[in-house]
């Protein structure tokens, strides 16, 4: 009975948010010509395809593949979903020439140019500078930068990291981390965060995300609304806060708010429930009450939103891969990271738009924001025009070669 009860609980929560996402959804702000061009010229899939960042490897449906090239059967799958990023793991990395290629075929093979991501923190979370075939400058972890006390480190770091991760064609680092270490119990989180001090970490994030800039680099606040106090790992299964809005306003979000302030590009949601916060019993990733009312409406975030790993078990422990982009897309989730199914996930939001569940406008809103962050990165979306007298579809160009509007920055670093 208590099985039955919780599945209907989490049935009626997923109800409740689409619900709320129907008619509360704000406006994205004005974009430019090109971004509006690119979205008029799409078709539903492809807009759809714009959500979703995906391991090189999900796109391999025979699952043989070990991510480290683009087949022929990896290339006609990207065509029928076409995704808008990749993010590359150790496991998709032999050494920089093998890397190089990896990232220049994907981009070669899409439509449309890739957001290009990777987990790159410095400390123990580095998928390059850990890596035996590279020789970059390493950091013994965010937690000894910030005990300094002295921010320009932070934004050291963040030049350092994003000036050597451009010229490998990375455009989006996921970091740095802004939640604040403040459990000493957390499994997860530690040393990764700047400090246990709020102020600190809101100071070494603002930095960081300066530094990012500088090189020419996005980069991404995570884990919203702070992963830090948890006793859990959402990675393995359900992780909560018992905070109150008022408590993470006084610790969690002055991170957050600090690199709101200074221009962050992506917001990375945790998969963690906030029972003293909300009363849909969602995780943040899914919640529309997290990240459409708190993250935009408080906080005035206006950039991408993005789930964290969708393939993580506080996710599939409970939802389908379906469920779960349709239900963080009408919340307020942008980018659909990683689904545990990405066939199942993506013809489950093109059906949700097809069937009235995801509004067109809701779609396109989450599409012009990545679309904008794309042309920020320096991607091109320019359309051709359809040949005279031909049926050709419009499409994008192959993405510009010039840096992206501060990326001469990132000449220093080659």
Not at 121 to 140: C, I, Q, T, W
Not at 239 to 265: C, H, N, S, Y
Not at 270 to 297: C, F, Q, W
Request: proline fraction near 5%; charged fraction near 20%; charge should be negative.
């Amino acid at each position: 009975m208590t099985r039955i009860r919780t599945k209907w609980k989490r049935a009626a929560a997923l109800t409740l948010s689409l619900v709320l996402a129907a008619g509360m959804l704000p406006t994205a702000g004005a974009a430019s010509d090109a971004v509006e061009a690119k979205l008029a010229s799409m078709t539903l899939r492809e807009k759809v395809g714009q959500l979703f960042m995906v391991r090189p490897e999900q796109l391999d449906f025979a699952r043989t593949s070990d991510g480290k090239t683009l087949t022929a059967e990896m290339t006609e799958n990207l065509k029928q979903y076409p995704v808008g990023g990749i993010v590359l793991f150790r496991q998709n990395i032999e050494n920089p020439d093998q890397m190089e290629k990896l990232i220049g075929d994907y981009q070669n093979a899409s439509s449309t140019p890739l957001l290009v991501s990777v987990d790159e923190e410095g400390g123990s979370v580095a998928r390059l500078a850990n890596h035996k075939a590279f020789d970059l400058p390493k950091y013994e972890s965010a937690l000894a930068v910030g005990s300094t006390g002295d921010p320009a480190q932070a934004r050291a770091m963040g030049r350092t990291i994003g000036g050597y991760l451009k010229p490998y064609g990375f455009n989006l680092d996921f970091a740095p981390v802004a939640d604040v270490n403040s459990n000493p119990a957390n499994p997860v989180i530690g040393k990764r965060a700047f400090s246990s001090d709020p102020n600190t970490a809101a100071a070494m994030v603002s930095a960081a995300v300066e530094g990012f800039h500088d090189a020419g680099m996005l980069c991404t606040l995570k884990h919203f609304p702070g992963h830090g106090d948890t006793g859990e790992d959402s990675h393995l299964g359900t992780a909560t806060t018992t905070k109150t809005w008022e408590e993470m306003q006084a610790v969690e979000m002055l991170p957050f708010r600090a690199g709101i302030a200074a221009g962050v590009d992506v917001v990375m949601a945790a998969h963690i429930t906030t029972p003293n916060v909300t009363s849909d019993g969602l995780p943040a990733s899914m919640s529309y009450t997290i990240l459409t009312e708190k993250l935009r409406g408080e906080l005035g975030f206006t950039g991408v939103i993005c789930t964290d790993a969708l393939e993580m078990r506080a996710i599939t422990d409970h939802y389908s891969a379906s469920d779960a982009a349709v239900t963080a897309l009408n919340a307020g989730a942008d980018i659909l990271l990683m689904p545990a199914d990405l066939p199942a996930a993506f013809d489950g939001v093109v059906k949700a738009v097809e069937e009235g569940r995801v509004s067109e406008e809701r779609l396109n809103e989450s599409v012009r924001r990545i679309l904008t962050l794309k042309e920020k990165a320096g991607l091109s979306l320019t359309v051709q025009a359809p040949e005279t007298g031909s049926a050709a579809e419009t499409q994008s160009t192959t993405p510009a070669k010039k840096p992206g509007p501060f990326g001469w920055m990132a000449q220093l670093w080659k």
